[in-house]
């Protein structure tokens, strides 16, 4: 069975950058899409970040696009979000999950509904 361990987090100062990774582990990564969430107590869960199977198609939210950079190394079983420029509002708990899909190259909709697995989140927090 499919297993996401996410690392990489930490404090870090506004203005900063931190890089999370998502390894995986009982499966081959490169049979499932990967999202970045992320989650402060009391709200729901934000989608932040998509990537195929393959690489090569990426979407990524608003609050993050510019900022944030999605990757993965499959010979490494792992996916990255790079975050540069990260504000205080960017504190929370980051989750990746992975997304069953056939297709090698199209996003899946990247929605909660749709994870077949979660990671158990690393928390990210952003303060002087």
């Known amino acids: 069975q499919l297993q996401l361990v996410e690392s990489g987090g930490g404090l870090v100062q506004p203005g900063g950058s931190l890089r999370l990774s998502c390894a995986a582990s009982g499966f081959t990564l490169n049979l499932y899409a990967i999202g970045w969430f992320r989650q402060v107590p009391g709200k729901e869960r934000e989608g932040l970040s998509c990537i195929s199977r393959s690489g090569g198609s990426t979407n990524y939210a608003d609050s993050v696009k510019g900022r944030f950079i999605i990757s993965r190394d499959n010979a490494k079983n792992t996916v990255y979000l790079q975050m540069n420029s990260l504000k205080p509002d960017d504190t929370a708990v980051y989750y990746c999950?992975?997304?069953?899909?056939?297709?090698?190259?199209?996003?899946?909709?990247?929605?909660?509904?749709?994870?077949?697995?979660w990671g158990k989140g690393t928390l990210v927090t952003v303060s002087s």
């Open positions: 999950a992975a997304y069953q899909t056939g297709n090698l190259y199209v996003l899946p909709t990247c929605e909660i509904g749709g994870v077949n697995s």
